[in-house]
Protein backbone atom coordinates (compact mmCIF):
# COMPACT_ATOMS: atom_id res chain seq x y z
CA UNK A 1 0.00 0.00 0.00
CA UNK A 2 0.96 3.22 -0.25
CA UNK A 3 1.82 5.80 2.70
CA UNK A 4 -1.20 8.00 1.54
CA UNK A 5 -3.18 5.18 1.93
CA UNK A 6 -3.44 5.40 5.73
CA UNK A 7 -4.70 8.18 7.78
CA UNK A 8 -4.31 8.64 11.80
CA UNK A 9 -7.68 7.31 12.38
CA UNK A 10 -6.93 4.06 10.63
CA UNK A 11 -3.37 3.61 12.53
CA UNK A 12 -5.02 4.51 16.09
CA UNK A 13 -8.49 2.17 15.45
CA UNK A 14 -5.96 -0.86 14.72
CA UNK A 15 -3.78 -0.21 17.67
CA UNK A 16 -7.24 0.24 19.64
CA UNK A 17 -8.25 -3.27 18.48
CA UNK A 18 -5.29 -4.70 18.55
CA UNK A 19 -3.85 -3.61 22.14
CA UNK A 20 -7.65 -2.48 23.66
CA UNK A 21 -6.27 -3.17 27.61
CA UNK A 22 -2.69 -1.61 27.26
CA UNK A 23 -2.59 1.77 28.27
CA UNK A 24 -1.99 4.32 25.55
CA UNK A 25 -2.31 7.60 28.02
CA UNK A 26 -1.07 9.11 30.94
CA UNK A 27 -1.87 12.30 31.85
CA UNK A 28 -1.69 12.89 35.74
CA UNK A 29 -4.18 10.74 38.11
CA UNK A 30 -5.96 9.65 34.87
CA UNK A 31 -4.73 6.55 33.00
CA UNK A 32 -6.67 5.44 29.98
CA UNK A 33 -6.40 2.41 27.79
CA UNK A 34 -6.44 2.01 24.02
CA UNK A 35 -10.05 1.06 24.18
CA UNK A 36 -10.80 3.54 26.93
CA UNK A 37 -9.86 6.44 24.08
CA UNK A 38 -11.55 4.71 21.53
CA UNK A 39 -14.83 5.12 23.37
CA UNK A 40 -14.07 8.49 24.34
CA UNK A 41 -13.49 9.63 20.35
CA UNK A 42 -16.21 7.53 19.48
CA UNK A 43 -18.10 9.88 21.98
CA UNK A 44 -16.92 13.10 21.24
CA UNK A 45 -17.31 12.44 17.52
CA UNK A 46 -21.03 11.81 17.46
CA UNK A 47 -21.00 14.75 20.28
CA UNK A 48 -19.62 16.88 17.28
CA UNK A 49 -21.67 15.96 14.74
CA UNK A 50 -25.04 16.66 16.88
CA UNK A 51 -24.07 20.12 17.32
CA UNK A 52 -24.02 20.66 13.57
CA UNK A 53 -19.99 20.17 13.29
CA UNK A 54 -19.79 19.10 9.34
CA UNK A 55 -16.28 17.79 7.37
CA UNK A 56 -14.40 20.67 6.90
CA UNK A 57 -15.56 22.80 9.38
CA UNK A 58 -12.86 23.60 11.96
CA UNK A 59 -12.56 22.69 15.50
CA UNK A 60 -10.23 25.03 18.12
CA UNK A 61 -8.18 23.49 20.89
CA UNK A 62 -6.62 26.36 23.21
CA UNK A 63 -5.61 23.01 25.62
CA UNK A 64 -2.14 21.78 27.80
CA UNK A 65 -1.02 18.84 26.61
CA UNK A 66 -3.12 15.62 27.88
CA UNK A 67 -5.29 13.05 27.02
CA UNK A 68 -8.61 15.59 26.18
CA UNK A 69 -6.06 17.22 23.05
CA UNK A 70 -5.50 13.55 21.61
CA UNK A 71 -9.57 12.88 22.14
CA UNK A 72 -10.56 15.88 20.25
CA UNK A 73 -8.33 15.21 17.50
CA UNK A 74 -8.72 12.05 16.65
CA UNK A 75 -12.21 12.95 16.78
CA UNK A 76 -11.99 15.62 14.14
CA UNK A 77 -10.06 13.29 12.03
CA UNK A 78 -13.21 10.77 12.63
CA UNK A 79 -15.77 13.03 11.15
CA UNK A 80 -13.69 15.30 8.83
CA UNK A 81 -13.14 18.39 10.74
CA UNK A 82 -10.07 20.41 10.77
CA UNK A 83 -8.33 20.91 14.37
CA UNK A 84 -7.03 23.93 15.01
CA UNK A 85 -4.39 23.56 17.57
CA UNK A 86 -3.84 27.33 19.53
CA UNK A 87 -0.50 28.72 20.88
CA UNK A 88 -1.85 29.20 24.41
CA UNK A 89 1.44 31.45 24.73
CA UNK A 90 0.02 34.04 22.50
CA UNK A 91 -1.08 37.27 23.42
CA UNK A 92 -5.22 37.55 22.80
CA UNK A 93 -4.49 40.05 19.82
CA UNK A 94 -2.54 37.31 18.10
CA UNK A 95 -5.13 34.75 18.93
CA UNK A 96 -8.36 37.02 17.94
CA UNK A 97 -6.88 37.14 14.13
CA UNK A 98 -5.87 33.69 13.84
CA UNK A 99 -9.29 32.35 15.33
CA UNK A 100 -10.88 35.54 12.51
CA UNK A 101 -8.97 33.47 10.10
CA UNK A 102 -9.85 30.20 11.10
CA UNK A 103 -13.57 30.34 11.90
CA UNK A 104 -13.89 27.60 14.33
CA UNK A 105 -17.74 26.18 15.16
CA UNK A 106 -15.90 25.52 18.94
CA UNK A 107 -13.58 26.04 20.73
CA UNK A 108 -12.15 23.39 23.56
CA UNK A 109 -10.29 25.81 26.03
CA UNK A 110 -8.96 25.44 29.76
CA UNK A 111 -10.27 27.92 32.40
CA UNK A 112 -7.09 29.23 32.64
CA UNK A 113 -6.82 29.85 29.18
CA UNK A 114 -10.73 31.23 28.45
CA UNK A 115 -9.26 35.24 28.49
CA UNK A 116 -7.44 34.55 26.18
CA UNK A 117 -10.09 34.62 23.72
CA UNK A 118 -11.61 37.71 24.47
CA UNK A 119 -10.73 39.36 21.15
CA UNK A 120 -11.53 36.42 19.50
CA UNK A 121 -14.85 34.08 16.98
CA UNK A 122 -14.32 31.14 18.82
CA UNK A 123 -17.67 30.20 17.93
CA UNK A 124 -19.22 27.51 20.88
CA UNK A 125 -16.51 27.24 24.02
CA UNK A 126 -16.13 23.91 25.73
CA UNK A 127 -14.26 24.06 28.81
CA UNK A 128 -11.89 21.63 29.45
CA UNK A 129 -10.80 20.89 32.94
CA UNK A 130 -7.19 19.97 33.39
CA UNK A 131 -7.69 17.87 36.38
CA UNK A 132 -10.56 16.07 34.68
CA UNK A 133 -13.06 16.43 36.95
CA UNK A 134 -15.81 14.07 36.08
CA UNK A 135 -18.79 16.53 36.68
CA UNK A 136 -16.64 19.15 34.18
CA UNK A 137 -18.23 19.88 30.90
CA UNK A 138 -16.10 17.80 28.21
CA UNK A 139 -15.74 14.93 30.95
CA UNK A 140 -19.72 14.46 30.55
CA UNK A 141 -19.47 14.44 26.86
CA UNK A 142 -17.08 11.76 26.63
CA UNK A 143 -18.24 9.65 29.36
CA UNK A 144 -22.00 9.74 28.44
CA UNK A 145 -23.56 7.61 25.51
CA UNK A 146 -24.13 9.69 22.86
CA UNK A 147 -27.02 8.88 20.23
CA UNK A 148 -27.24 9.65 16.61
CA UNK A 149 -24.64 11.35 14.27
CA UNK A 150 -23.83 8.62 12.00
CA UNK A 151 -19.76 8.84 10.00
CA UNK A 152 -18.88 8.44 6.86
CA UNK A 153 -15.13 7.27 5.68
CA UNK A 154 -13.22 10.09 4.03
CA UNK A 155 -10.09 9.82 2.33
CA UNK A 156 -6.76 9.46 3.65
CA UNK A 157 -5.41 12.52 2.48
CA UNK A 158 -8.47 14.44 4.33
CA UNK A 159 -7.32 17.32 6.40
CA UNK A 160 -6.86 16.70 9.86
CA UNK A 161 -5.31 19.60 12.00
CA UNK A 162 -4.02 23.84 11.36
CA UNK A 163 -0.61 25.04 13.18
CA UNK A 164 -0.46 28.19 12.36
CA UNK A 165 3.50 29.74 12.11
CA UNK A 166 4.91 33.11 12.38
CA UNK A 167 4.44 35.29 9.13
CA UNK A 168 7.18 37.28 7.62
CA UNK A 169 4.72 39.99 6.92
CA UNK A 170 3.59 40.10 10.81
CA UNK A 171 0.47 37.77 10.06
CA UNK A 172 0.33 33.74 11.06
CA UNK A 173 -0.04 31.42 8.01
CA UNK A 174 -2.54 28.27 8.90
CA UNK A 175 -0.04 25.08 7.57
CA UNK A 176 -2.98 22.51 6.62
CA UNK A 177 -1.95 19.03 7.18
CA UNK A 178 -3.95 16.08 5.50
CA UNK A 179 -4.32 13.22 7.93
CA UNK A 180 -2.52 10.58 5.39
CA UNK A 181 0.74 12.91 5.87
CA UNK A 182 0.95 12.82 9.77
CA UNK A 183 0.51 9.07 9.83
CA UNK A 184 3.00 9.01 7.00
CA UNK A 185 5.34 10.68 8.76
CA UNK A 186 4.77 9.13 12.51
CA UNK A 187 5.37 5.66 10.91
CA UNK A 188 8.36 7.25 9.36
CA UNK A 189 9.58 8.19 12.88
CA UNK A 190 8.61 4.35 14.29
CA UNK A 191 10.72 2.90 11.69
CA UNK A 192 13.47 5.29 11.64
CA UNK A 193 13.80 4.68 15.44
CA UNK A 194 12.83 0.83 15.55
CA UNK A 195 9.79 1.95 17.42
CA UNK A 196 7.29 -0.60 18.98
CA UNK A 197 4.11 -0.84 21.31
CA UNK A 198 6.95 -1.36 24.44
CA UNK A 199 7.75 2.20 23.96
CA UNK A 200 7.01 4.98 26.48
CA UNK A 201 6.98 8.39 25.36
CA UNK A 202 7.46 11.13 27.80
CA UNK A 203 5.90 14.36 26.13
CA UNK A 204 7.36 17.36 26.96
CA UNK A 205 6.95 19.58 23.56
CA UNK A 206 3.64 20.92 23.43
CA UNK A 207 1.02 19.75 20.82
CA UNK A 208 0.74 22.97 18.91
CA UNK A 209 3.81 22.61 18.26
CA UNK A 210 4.55 19.98 15.14
CA UNK A 211 7.64 18.27 17.05
CA UNK A 212 5.45 17.69 20.16
CA UNK A 213 2.85 16.39 17.55
CA UNK A 214 5.19 14.33 15.54
CA UNK A 215 5.82 12.26 18.74
CA UNK A 216 2.66 12.03 19.56
CA UNK A 217 1.10 10.75 16.33
CA UNK A 218 4.02 8.24 16.30
CA UNK A 219 3.11 7.11 19.71
CA UNK A 220 -0.46 5.99 18.16
CA UNK A 221 1.32 4.66 15.09
CA UNK A 222 3.27 1.97 16.99
CA UNK A 223 0.89 1.17 19.68
CA UNK A 224 2.67 2.88 22.65
CA UNK A 225 2.44 4.86 25.50
CA UNK A 226 2.10 8.67 26.30
CA UNK A 227 3.19 10.01 29.91
CA UNK A 228 2.22 13.24 29.61
CA UNK A 229 4.55 15.51 31.42
CA UNK A 230 2.30 18.24 32.68
CA UNK A 231 3.03 21.86 33.43
CA UNK A 232 4.62 21.41 36.08
CA UNK A 233 7.58 23.88 35.77
CA UNK A 234 9.62 21.85 38.60
CA UNK A 235 12.00 20.34 36.63
CA UNK A 236 12.85 17.25 40.00
CA UNK A 237 9.18 17.01 39.48
CA UNK A 238 9.00 16.11 36.08
CA UNK A 239 12.26 13.80 36.48
CA UNK A 240 11.06 11.99 38.88
CA UNK A 241 7.55 11.42 37.06
CA UNK A 242 9.90 10.07 33.86
CA UNK A 243 11.73 7.79 36.61
CA UNK A 244 7.98 6.13 37.86
CA UNK A 245 6.62 5.57 34.58
CA UNK A 246 9.92 4.57 33.13
CA UNK A 247 9.60 6.60 30.21
CA UNK A 248 12.18 5.26 27.22
CA UNK A 249 11.88 8.29 24.97
CA UNK A 250 11.71 11.99 25.24
CA UNK A 251 12.57 15.25 22.87
CA UNK A 252 12.73 17.28 25.85
CA UNK A 253 14.86 21.29 24.57
CA UNK A 254 17.74 21.20 25.78
CA UNK A 255 16.51 23.78 28.84
CA UNK A 256 14.93 21.18 30.15
CA UNK A 257 17.94 18.76 29.97
CA UNK A 258 20.19 20.22 31.55
CA UNK A 259 18.73 20.58 35.23
CA UNK A 260 18.29 16.75 34.67
CA UNK A 261 22.13 16.35 34.15
CA UNK A 262 22.74 18.24 37.09
CA UNK A 263 20.57 16.14 39.34
CA UNK A 264 21.15 12.71 37.44
CA UNK A 265 24.39 13.29 38.79
CA UNK A 266 23.87 13.06 42.42
CA UNK A 267 21.39 9.77 41.63
CA UNK A 268 22.96 5.96 42.03
CA UNK A 269 19.29 5.31 40.00
CA UNK A 270 19.48 4.30 36.17
CA UNK A 271 17.75 6.80 33.79
CA UNK A 272 14.96 4.61 32.01
CA UNK A 273 15.66 6.82 28.74
CA UNK A 274 16.92 4.75 26.12
CA UNK A 275 16.46 7.49 22.48
CA UNK A 276 16.87 10.92 22.71
CA UNK A 277 15.41 12.97 19.85
CA UNK A 278 16.86 17.01 18.75
CA UNK A 279 17.69 19.19 16.29
CA UNK A 280 20.48 18.49 13.86
CA UNK A 281 23.61 20.73 13.10
CA UNK A 282 26.28 22.52 15.31
CA UNK A 283 25.67 23.37 18.79
CA UNK A 284 24.31 20.34 20.00
CA UNK A 285 27.62 18.32 20.55
CA UNK A 286 28.24 18.35 24.15
CA UNK A 287 24.65 18.24 25.52
CA UNK A 288 24.78 15.10 23.00
CA UNK A 289 27.73 13.76 24.12
CA UNK A 290 26.40 13.72 27.22
CA UNK A 291 23.33 12.13 26.50
CA UNK A 292 24.60 9.27 24.69
CA UNK A 293 28.05 8.90 26.60
CA UNK A 294 27.14 9.36 30.49
CA UNK A 295 22.99 8.44 30.08
CA UNK A 296 23.52 5.62 27.64
CA UNK A 297 21.06 6.78 25.61
CA UNK A 298 20.63 6.93 21.86
CA UNK A 299 20.56 10.35 20.43
CA UNK A 300 19.21 10.55 16.76
CA UNK A 301 19.14 14.15 15.38
CA UNK A 302 17.06 15.26 12.29
CA UNK A 303 15.96 18.40 10.62
CA UNK A 304 12.31 19.59 9.94
CA UNK A 305 9.65 21.78 9.47
CA UNK A 306 5.95 22.31 10.19
CA UNK A 307 5.33 22.51 6.49
CA UNK A 308 6.50 18.52 6.23
CA UNK A 309 4.82 17.23 9.77
CA UNK A 310 8.12 17.49 11.67
CA UNK A 311 11.62 15.90 11.50
CA UNK A 312 11.78 15.18 8.01
CA UNK A 313 16.08 13.98 8.54
CA UNK A 314 17.45 12.00 10.86
CA UNK A 315 20.79 10.99 11.91
CA UNK A 316 22.33 9.67 14.60
CA UNK A 317 25.12 11.37 17.10
CA UNK A 318 28.10 8.98 15.85
CA UNK A 319 27.67 10.15 12.83
CA UNK A 320 26.97 13.86 13.55
CA UNK A 321 30.35 13.52 14.78
CA UNK A 322 31.60 12.42 11.43
CA UNK A 323 30.05 14.50 9.34
CA UNK A 324 30.05 18.05 11.36
CA UNK A 325 26.98 20.75 10.25
CA UNK A 326 25.25 17.50 9.08
CA UNK A 327 21.33 17.45 9.50
CA UNK A 328 21.43 14.00 8.57
CA UNK A 329 19.95 11.41 5.63
CA UNK A 330 16.20 11.69 4.54
CA UNK A 331 13.44 9.97 6.62
CA UNK A 332 11.58 7.35 4.58
CA UNK A 333 8.96 9.09 1.79
CA UNK A 334 10.89 12.06 1.78
CA UNK A 335 12.81 13.68 -1.03
CA UNK A 336 15.13 16.41 -0.90
CA UNK A 337 17.28 18.09 -3.43
CA UNK A 338 18.72 21.78 -3.45
CA UNK A 339 17.56 24.49 -5.78
CA UNK A 340 18.70 27.62 -7.12
CA UNK A 341 16.53 30.70 -6.93
CA UNK A 342 15.02 29.87 -10.29
CA UNK A 343 14.20 26.54 -9.13
CA UNK A 344 16.82 24.92 -10.96
CA UNK A 345 18.16 21.82 -9.74
CA UNK A 346 21.75 21.91 -8.22
CA UNK A 347 24.64 18.95 -8.05
CA UNK A 348 26.06 17.70 -4.94
CA UNK A 349 28.23 20.33 -3.05
CA UNK A 350 26.53 23.82 -4.45
CA UNK A 351 25.14 25.16 -2.33
CA UNK A 352 21.12 26.61 -2.75
CA UNK A 353 17.88 26.57 -1.05
CA UNK A 354 17.10 23.20 0.83
CA UNK A 355 13.67 22.07 -1.14
CA UNK A 356 11.37 19.09 0.12
CA UNK A 357 8.47 16.41 -1.16
CA UNK A 358 6.52 13.74 -0.23
CA UNK A 359 3.13 12.46 1.41
CA UNK A 360 4.21 14.44 4.50
CA UNK A 361 4.39 17.84 2.58
CA UNK A 362 1.35 20.52 3.26
CA UNK A 363 -1.95 20.62 1.52
CA UNK A 364 -1.17 24.25 1.81
CA UNK A 365 -1.66 27.19 3.70
CA UNK A 366 -5.31 27.97 5.10
CA UNK A 367 -6.68 30.60 2.62
CA UNK A 368 -3.66 32.24 1.37
CA UNK A 369 -3.43 31.01 -2.35
CA UNK A 370 -0.33 33.50 -2.82
CA UNK A 371 1.92 31.92 -0.15
CA UNK A 372 0.77 28.39 -0.99
CA UNK A 373 1.90 29.61 -4.60
CA UNK A 374 5.51 30.45 -3.12
CA UNK A 375 6.00 27.71 -1.11
CA UNK A 376 4.85 24.62 -3.42
CA UNK A 377 4.85 26.18 -6.38
CA UNK A 378 8.15 24.44 -8.07
CA UNK A 379 6.64 21.10 -7.02
CA UNK A 380 8.61 21.28 -4.07
CA UNK A 381 8.28 22.65 -0.56
CA UNK A 382 10.51 25.30 -0.58
CA UNK A 383 12.78 25.69 3.17
CA UNK A 384 14.13 29.28 2.48
CA UNK A 385 16.85 27.47 4.48
CA UNK A 386 20.55 27.59 2.96
CA UNK A 387 22.17 24.22 2.58
CA UNK A 388 23.42 21.49 0.34
CA UNK A 389 23.60 17.66 -0.45
CA UNK A 390 26.65 15.53 -0.86
CA UNK A 391 26.97 12.75 -3.03
CA UNK A 392 25.49 10.29 -0.66
CA UNK A 393 22.47 12.44 -0.25
CA UNK A 394 23.61 13.41 3.33
CA UNK A 395 22.18 16.76 4.31
CA UNK A 396 23.79 19.92 5.37
CA UNK A 397 22.19 23.12 6.52
CA UNK A 398 24.74 26.13 5.67
CA UNK A 399 22.18 28.71 7.55
CA UNK A 400 19.10 29.30 8.46
CA UNK A 401 16.45 31.34 6.57
CA UNK A 402 18.35 35.11 6.92
CA UNK A 403 15.67 36.60 9.36
CA UNK A 404 14.28 33.94 11.49
CA UNK A 405 14.88 33.94 15.05
CA UNK A 406 14.71 30.48 16.72
CA UNK A 407 14.27 30.72 20.85
CA UNK A 408 13.40 27.69 23.24
CA UNK A 409 11.80 26.12 19.85
CA UNK A 410 9.76 29.03 19.11
CA UNK A 411 9.86 30.62 15.62
CA UNK A 412 9.87 34.78 15.44
CA UNK A 413 10.11 36.84 12.63
CA UNK A 414 11.18 40.03 13.59
CA UNK A 415 8.72 41.71 11.21
CA UNK A 416 6.35 40.67 14.02
CA UNK A 417 8.45 42.42 16.88
CA UNK A 418 8.46 45.30 14.80
CA UNK A 419 5.51 45.55 14.11
CA UNK A 420 5.26 46.34 18.58
CA UNK A 421 7.46 49.20 17.79
CA UNK A 422 5.96 50.94 14.87
CA UNK A 423 2.66 51.95 17.65
CA UNK A 424 5.27 53.98 19.83
CA UNK A 425 5.04 57.54 19.37
CA UNK A 426 8.26 57.39 20.48
CA UNK A 427 10.13 55.35 18.56
CA UNK A 428 11.61 56.81 15.40
CA UNK A 429 12.83 53.58 14.12
CA UNK A 430 13.51 50.26 15.58
CA UNK A 431 14.62 46.66 14.33
CA UNK A 432 15.62 43.20 16.04
CA UNK A 433 17.59 40.26 15.03
CA UNK A 434 18.37 37.19 17.17
CA UNK A 435 21.29 36.86 19.32
CA UNK A 436 22.75 33.72 21.05
CA UNK A 437 20.99 32.69 24.38
CA UNK A 438 22.54 29.43 26.62
CA UNK A 439 19.33 28.61 27.51
CA UNK A 440 17.18 29.35 24.70
CA UNK A 441 19.45 29.49 21.79
CA UNK A 442 18.71 32.28 20.42
CA UNK A 443 16.68 35.40 22.10
CA UNK A 444 15.89 38.98 20.66
CA UNK A 445 17.45 41.66 20.67
CA UNK A 446 16.09 45.14 19.67
CA UNK A 447 17.75 48.34 18.74
CA UNK A 448 15.67 51.19 19.51
CA UNK A 449 16.18 54.77 17.54
CA UNK A 450 13.78 57.69 20.29
CA UNK A 451 11.95 60.59 18.32
CA UNK A 452 14.17 63.92 18.96
CA UNK A 453 12.86 64.67 22.69
CA UNK A 454 11.40 61.58 23.82
CA UNK A 455 12.25 59.40 26.77
CA UNK A 456 11.58 55.30 26.96
CA UNK A 457 12.65 53.00 29.32
CA UNK A 458 13.47 49.56 28.87
CA UNK A 459 11.24 48.76 31.67
CA UNK A 460 8.20 50.90 29.71
CA UNK A 461 8.98 48.72 26.41
CA UNK A 462 8.50 45.10 28.33
CA UNK A 463 5.24 46.18 29.23
CA UNK A 464 3.86 47.75 25.90
CA UNK A 465 4.94 44.20 24.48
CA UNK A 466 3.19 42.29 27.44
CA UNK A 467 0.02 43.30 25.95
CA UNK A 468 0.81 42.79 22.41
CA UNK A 469 2.87 39.75 21.82
CA UNK A 470 3.57 36.77 23.40
CA UNK A 471 6.36 36.31 26.29
CA UNK A 472 8.84 34.12 23.77
CA UNK A 473 8.84 37.32 20.97
CA UNK A 474 9.88 40.06 23.42
CA UNK A 475 12.98 41.49 23.57
CA UNK A 476 14.92 40.14 25.88
CA UNK A 477 17.92 42.67 25.05
CA UNK A 478 17.61 46.76 24.12
CA UNK A 479 19.86 48.59 22.70
CA UNK A 480 18.94 52.35 22.22
CA UNK A 481 21.05 53.50 19.29
CA UNK A 482 21.33 56.70 17.45
CA UNK A 483 20.26 55.06 13.98
CA UNK A 484 20.41 52.04 12.50
CA UNK A 485 22.48 50.19 9.35
CA UNK A 486 20.45 50.37 6.09
CA UNK A 487 21.28 50.00 2.84
CA UNK A 488 20.88 52.30 -0.78
CA UNK A 489 17.35 51.11 -0.72
CA UNK A 490 16.14 51.29 2.73
CA UNK A 491 16.65 47.73 3.96
CA UNK A 492 17.31 46.79 7.67
CA UNK A 493 20.76 45.25 7.48
CA UNK A 494 19.89 42.54 10.61
CA UNK A 495 23.10 40.66 9.81
CA UNK A 496 24.98 43.41 10.80
CA UNK A 497 23.14 44.20 14.60
CA UNK A 498 23.58 40.70 14.78
CA UNK A 499 27.38 41.22 15.02
CA UNK A 500 27.13 43.81 17.52
CA UNK A 501 27.86 42.89 21.30
CA UNK A 502 25.20 41.71 23.75
CA UNK A 503 25.58 43.32 27.47
CA UNK A 504 24.05 42.77 30.39
CA UNK A 505 22.94 46.20 30.82
CA UNK A 506 21.23 45.66 27.56
CA UNK A 507 18.74 42.99 29.22
CA UNK A 508 15.19 43.91 29.42
Known sequence: ?????????????????????????????????????????????????????????????LLTDGSPFITILLACGRIGAIAVLLNWRLAPTEIGWISGNAEPSITFANPRFEHLLEESQPGEIVLVDEQHDPKGAFEEIVTKDQTGGSFSEFEPDHPLYMMYTSGTTGRPKGCLQASSAVATSALGMCTRRGWTHIERLFSVNPLFHVVGMQQVAAMIACGGTIVFAGRDDDSAAMLNLLHREQCTSTSAFPQILLPWREMESQSNRPLPLTNY?????????????????????????????????????????????????????????????????????LPAGVEGEICMRGPHVMLGYWRNDEATEAALGHGWL?????????????????????????????????????????????????????VPDKQWGEAVKAFVVLNPGMKLSREEITKRFKTQIAGYKRPRYIEFVDELPRDMLGKLQRLELSQRPVTQDQAA
Not at 8 to 18: P, S, V
Not at 24 to 52: C, Y
Not at 290 to 315: H, L, N, P, S
Request: hydrophobic share 35%.
Open 1 to 61: MSPRDFSLDTLFRTNARRLAHREVSIDGPQRLTWHDLDQRVEKLARWLLNRGVMPGDRVAL
Open 277 to 345: TGGAGPGFDQLYQFVEQDWDCRVVGGYGQTEICGFATAIDYPEMCKHPRSIGWPMPHVEFCILDPEGNE
Open 382 to 434: RSGDLGMMDEHSLLYLLGRSKELIKTGGENVYPAEVDAVFATMSEVADAGCCG
